[in-house]
């Protein structure tokens, strides 16, 4: 069990959340459940939404486990169909999966201080950065295209997509990631006014710095000290601190709840402990 921010009664809705084996969309997962929906929990990871499922209904929740490829349109018509059967048509998309690459990645900040031997800028290779775009644009739209016709049908329902802190400012080493995070803010708005006439609204939410298992070594030493990417971070950040991803929840389920957002579309929420709005002096 989680500590919901806000209490937002979603039951009766069907809410599918990709991504939901990570740690982010797992307490959004978590979070609907919790709040009465009956939840489609999509990752790649069928082991991490099984088990989620299994943690959820111990719980008294309802919650089914998919295994699902973002890229596959036809494996996300399969599990669209599945999911009809198991839960009903859905409500509620959250486009959560993406992420970074190595190959799309550089070993340092700037060009003039690349080292011989290591990645730089000139090094990246296409299929590595077309395979972020890949995950994180396709892997928002074609999930979309799945799921978002029930909505059609129904006259109403609710898109939410994860953009990031890179969409509004690039971070250094990661141009793919923060390019495609960018594309994300731009599709939330197209699709925020492509559906306007249906009844659907679709908006974002942009993560501020976490904590996670993928990038605990970026941001800490094997002593527990912050790195020296960590610290212009924190150094870069008014609050001084990290975003817990139990802090996405109140944005979450609030931009979902048709009565408290029903005017709200197109927007992207920043959840950032006041990085974006600090110059740096």
């Known amino acids: ?14 809410v599918v959340v990709t991504g939901a084996g990570g740690l982010i969309c797992g307490a959004m997962a978590r979070a609907f459940a919790q ?7 999509l990752d790649l990871n069928e082991e991490a939404v099984k088990a989620l499922a299994d943690e959820l209904k111990s719980q008294g929740f309802i919650c089914e486990g998919y295994k699902a490829n973002v890229l596959d349109p036809e494996n996300l018509k399969e599990v669209h169909e599945a999911v009809l059967r198991d839960l009903g048509a859905c409500d509620i998309l959250v486009n959560g999966a993406g992420g970074n690459n190595p190959r799309a990645t ?17 090094d990246l290779v296409p ?19 799945a799921f978002a016709k029930d909505m059609v049908e129904k006259k109403a329902g609710c898109i939410l997509n994860v953009s990031s802190m890179n969409a509004y400012t690039p971070l250094t080493k990661i141009p793919a990631y923060s390019a495609a995070k960018a594309g994300i803010s731009n599709f939330t708005q197209w699709l925020a006014t492509h559906f306007a006439g249906t009844g659907i609204r679709c908006n974002a939410i942009a993560p501020g710095f976490l904590v996670s ?23 870069g950040t008014p609050m001084g601190r990290f975003v ?38």
Not at 226 to 232: E, I, L, M, N, Y
Not at 244 to 271: N, Q, R, Y
């Open 213 to 235: 298992a993928q990038n605990y070594k970026l941001l800490f030493n094997e002593d527990g000290t912050p790195t020296a990417r960590s610290a212009k971070i924190l150094a």
């Open 127 to 145: 299929d590595g950065v077309d395979f972020v775009f890949k995950l994180n644009f396709q892997g928002t739209l074609l999930p979309t295209q």
């Open 106 to 122: 550089t070993d340092n900040e700037y060009q003039h201080e690349a080292k011989e031997g290591g990645k730089s800028f000139f």
């Open 244 to 281: 817990d991803a139990s802090e996405l929840l109140g944005g979450t389920l609030f931009l979902c709840d048709d009565k408290s957002a029903s005017a709200i579309t197109g927007v992207v929420l920043p959840i950032d402990c006041g990085f974006a709005a600090y110059s740096g002096v």
């Open 1 to 14: 069990m989680i500590k919901l921010p806000i209490n937002v009664d979603y039951s009766g809705k069907v």
């Open 35 to 41: 709040s009465g929906a009956k939840v489609a929990a």
